[in-house]
């Protein structure tokens, strides 16, 4: 049985979906002599582009090249570095330290452009001395709609982004996902901590750290979207609106835990969680 009419048993909806993933495998189809790379992280979007890019290419390998840095948390390496195997890739690591970086540090509004500069320009030279001439991100469509100062690198550096290319939102690229049997196909987004604090707040890797704790506490504890903004001294609680009620039954466990965690003053956005909330009143 092929991988297209795998397709269309598991997921018998619009033509026009099946159309976009059909045109994303013959984009890999085309390209892979050039030697395909992907900017891999184990999140949904890359690791369905990294399942097609593989499916597609059998001249060699793709290659895909994992960033582990210190403001995404260092289990999800191991998970992506794993993944990328059993979808029959080349995994490759590039450990790199932005808290390195002074003006990274100081969170200003182009704090992304200035993180994906480092981290893709690392990923471009590593991808190029390795004959790996196709490099691409997991950039989707629903992207576009916010705040993303780092797609600038994009185009700067030329780096693809099929998903992007070929009108491909997030939703989206969850029901294909589902379709081909991945294991990311539900999983949440887990964007950089740096997104916790509001901009030109200093980056204090301890607090990202507690930060992270908690999200991952709150997780386990069976809430999806997660995330928790500070503004020093108060801690913002994001959570689906949906799941108000299931943390209102755990309240006075939320707040002993994450009150452990040193925050003193812990509050519920009644907004729900919502992606970008640190960037209202930003163009």
């Given at each position: ?13 619009s033509s026009v979906l099946f159309e976009k ?179 030109h707040t200093y980056l204090d890797r301890q ?77």
């Amino acid at each position: 049985m092929t991988v297209e009419t795998e397709f269309h048993l598991k997921n018998p909806l619009s033509s026009v979906l099946f159309e976009k993933y059909r045109k994303l495998k013959e984009f890999f189809e085309e390209n892979q002599e050039s030697g395909i790379c992907i900017a891999y992280s184990g999140g949904v979007d890359s690791t369905l582009l990294l399942k097609v890019a593989a499916d597609a290419s059998e001249s060699r390998p793709v290659l895909a090249v994992i960033l582990e840095t210190q403001l995404h948390p260092h289990s999800d390496t191991q998970n992506a570095y794993t993944l990328a195997g059993q979808l029959h890739a080349q995994p490759e690591i590039i450990r790199i330290d932005e808290f390195q970086d002074p003006q990274i540090m100081q969170n200003p509004v182009n704090r992304c452009y200035l993180c994906k500069r480092l981290l893709f320009s690392s990923l471009k030279e590593l991808a190029v001395a390795r004959g790996f001439h196709l490099i691409c991100d997991g950039t989707n469509k629903d992207d576009e709609q916010e705040y993303r100062p780092g797609m600038k690198v994009l185009k700067e550096l030329e780096i693809c982004s099929p998903l992007l290319e070929f009108g491909i939102t997030k939703s989206e690229v969850r029901t294909i996902s589902k379709a081909l049997g991945l294991p990311t196909a539900s999983v949440p987004s887990t964007p950089c901590l740096a997104t916790r604090l509001p901009y030109h707040t200093y980056l204090d890797r301890q607090l990202l750290d507690r930060l992270n704790e908690g999200e991952t506490w709150l997780r386990q504890k069976g809430f999806y979207n997660v995330r928790l903004r500070y503004h020093d001294p108060i801690l913002r609680l994001e959570i689906d609106c949906d799941s108000f009620t299931q943390l209102l039954s755990q309240k006075n466990a939320v707040i002993d835990y994450l009150k452990t965690l040193g925050f003193s003053y812990i509050t519920l956005d009644l907004e729900g969680f919502r992606s970008g909330s640190m960037d209202i009143g930003l163009q």
